[in-house]
C-alpha cells in the first residue's frame, strides 16, 4: 500500500510514477473476452490487414484500462477516480509471438504527473503519457523502434480524501 | 458521408438490464492488469467505504458498448462496424460501480459530423441503477471510415 496523500502537499508537476505493462496476443483474447468486445481485428491478423490496419492491434480500452491503473494504485481507491478520458492518436500493434510460453509481444510505458490541482473540489488531474514501440512494419524490434504516443490527452480526475 | 446526419439527437432506451458481478469484475480487473485488492478482495473494498467489490474505473464501458450496439445494429444509421475506429473516450462517475449494481444504459446521439468521406459520431451512455440512481456518464467518438480512408 501506498501512503496516504496528503492533499495540500499535491502540487502541478509532481510526477505520480511510471509503470510499463507487457502485452501479449493471449492480453488481448482476455480483454475480449472480458469486455465483450470481439471485433476481429484484435485477434485475427487475417482481418486486421484486409480493414487496412499493419497487423492485430490492442483494442483502445485495454491501453486506457490498463494505464490508468497506476493513478488507482498512486491514489489507493479505484472508487476515487471520478472522471478519465483520453484520445487514442495511434494503434497499438500486436504481432504474434510464440514459444513454450505466452511471451509478450508489446509494452506500454506510462508515465503520470499532476496536471492541475483543484483546491475547492479537493480534487486533482492527472496527466498520463502513454507511449508503445512502432511495430507496424513486419519484423520491427520493440527494444529498438521508435516510441510512439498511443494515448493524447489522457487525464484522470482523482478525488483525494 | 456513411452515417445518416438525421441520427442527432437521437435517443435509445435501456435494453436489458447489466447485473454487476463479482466475477465479472475480477474478471475484467485482470484484463487490465489491474491488482489494487479493491476489485478482487470484497473485505478490502469494505475497508475502502465501498458495498462490495469495485469495478475499475472503465469498466462502464461494457455497460456503454452494449448500448451502443443498439445504434449500430439500426439499419436507419447505416454504420458499418468493420470501418469504426475509436477516437476518443471520457467516464465521468457519479459513484463507483459496485458488485449487486443492477444497471440499464440510455444512449445519446449528440453529434455527428462528416470526416472527409467518413463520419464522427459521438455518442453518450447515460447509465443509472434501475432505481434511478445516476452512476456513470460515458460519452465515446467513433470514427467511421469512409471507402477511400
Given at each position: 500500500m501506498?501512503?496516504?496523500?496528503?492533499f495540500?502537499?499535491?502540487?502541478k508537476?509532481?510526477r505520480i510514477?511510471?509503470r510499463?505493462?507487457?502485452?501479449?496476443?493471449?492480453?488481448?483474447?482476455?480483454?475480449?473476452?472480458?469486455?465483450?468486445?470481439?471485433?476481429?481485428?484484435?485477434?485475427?491478423?487475417?482481418?486486421a490487414?484486409?480493414v487496412?490496419?499493419?497487423?492485430?492491434?490492442?483494442?483502445?480500452?485495454?491501453t486506457?484500462?490498463?494505464?490508468?491503473?497506476?493513478?488507482?494504485d498512486?491514489?489507493?481507491?479505484?472508487?476515487?477516480?471520478?472522471?478519465y478520458?483520453?484520445?487514442?492518436?495511434?494503434?497499438v500493434?500486436?504481432?504474434?509471438?510464440f514459444?513454450?510460453?505466452?511471451?509478450p509481444?508489446t509494452?506500454?510505458?506510462?508515465?503520470?504527473?499532476?496536471?492541475?490541482v483543484?483546491?475547492?473540489?479537493?480534487?486533482?488531474?492527472v496527466?498520463?503519457?502513454?507511449?508503445a514501440?512502432d511495430?507496424?512494419?513486419?519484423?520491427?524490434?520493440?527494444?529498438?523502434?521508435?516510441?510512439?504516443?498511443?494515448?493524447?490527452?489522457?487525464?484522470a480526475v482523482?478525488?483525494?480524501? | 458521408?456513411?452515417?445518416?446526419?438525421?441520427?442527432?439527437?437521437?435517443?435509445?432506451?435501456?435494453?436489458?438490464?447489466?447485473?454487476?458481478g463479482?466475477?465479472?469484475?475480477?474478471?475484467f480487473?485482470?484484463?487490465?492488469?489491474?491488482?489494487?485488492?479493491?476489485?478482487?478482495?470484497?473485505?478490502?473494498?469494505?475497508?475502502?467505504?465501498?458495498?462490495?467489490?469495485?469495478?475499475?474505473?472503465?469498466?462502464?464501458?461494457?455497460?456503454a458498448q452494449?448500448?451502443d450496439?443498439?445504434?449500430?445494429a439500426?439499419?436507419?444509421?447505416?454504420?458499418?462496424?468493420?470501418r469504426?475506429?475509436?477516437?476518443?473516450?471520457?467516464?465521468t462517475h457519479?459513484?463507483?460501480?459496485?458488485?449487486?449494481d443492477?444497471?440499464v444504459a440510455?444512449?445519446?446521439?449528440?453529434?455527428?459530423?462528416?470526416?472527409g468521406?467518413?463520419?464522427?459520431?459521438?455518442?453518450?451512455?447515460?447509465?443509472?441503477?434501475v432505481?434511478?440512481?445516476k452512476v456513470?456518464?460515458?460519452?465515446?467518438?467513433?470514427?467511421v471510415?469512409g471507402?477511400?480512408?
Open positions: 501506498t501512503a496516504a496523500i496528503v495540500e502537499e499535491l502540487e508537476g509532481q510514477g511510471e510499463r505493462i507487457e502485452l501479449s496476443r493471449a492480453d488481448l483474447v482476455r480483454y475480449a473476452g472480458a469486455s465483450g468486445d470481439l471485433n476481429p481485428i484484435h485477434w485475427n491478423e487475417e482481418f490487414r484486409s487496412d490496419l499493419p497487423d492485430v492491434i490492442a483494442h483502445g480500452m485495454l486506457m484500462g490498463a494505464a490508468v491503473q497506476l493513478v488507482v498512486w491514489a489507493g481507491d479505484p472508487g476515487a477516480v471520478v472522471d478520458q483520453t484520445r487514442f492518436t495511434k494503434p500493434v500486436v504481432p504474434n509471438r514459444g513454450t510460453e505466452v511471451e509481444s509494452a506500454l510505458t506510462v508515465t503520470g504527473s499532476i496536471g492541475a483543484d483546491a475547492d473540489a479537493r480534487t486533482v488531474r496527466d498520463l503519457a502513454v507511449t514501440p511495430l507496424s512494419a513486419p519484423g520491427a524490434d520493440p527494444a529498438t523502434a521508435a516510441q510512439l504516443k498511443v494515448l493524447v490527452k489522457a487525464q482523482v478525488r483525494i480524501a | 458521408m456513411p452515417v445518416n446526419p438525421d441520427l442527432v439527437g437521437r435517443t435509445y432506451p435501456p435494453a436489458e438490464t447489466y447485473s454487476v463479482r466475477e465479472a469484475i475480477r474478471d480487473a485482470r484484463a487490465v492488469q489491474a491488482g489494487h485488492p479493491a476489485h478482487h478482495d470484497v473485505e478490502a473494498a469494505r475497508a475502502l467505504g465501498h458495498a462490495d467489490l469495485v469495478a475499475p474505473p472503465t469498466f462502464a464501458i461494457v455497460v452494449r448500448a450496439a443498439a445504434l449500430v439500426d439499419p436507419e444509421a447505416g454504420i458499418d462496424f468493420s469504426v475506429v475509436h477516437v476518443d473516450q471520457r467516464f457519479h459513484r463507483p460501480v459496485v458488485a449487486g443492477e444497471l440510455e444512449l445519446h446521439v449528440d453529434q455527428v459530423r462528416a470526416v468521406s467518413g463520419a464522427m459520431v459521438t455518442s453518450r451512455a447515460e447509465i443509472s441503477t432505481a434511478g440512481e456513470a456518464t460515458t460519452v465515446s467518438s467513433l470514427l471510415r471507402e477511400d480512408q
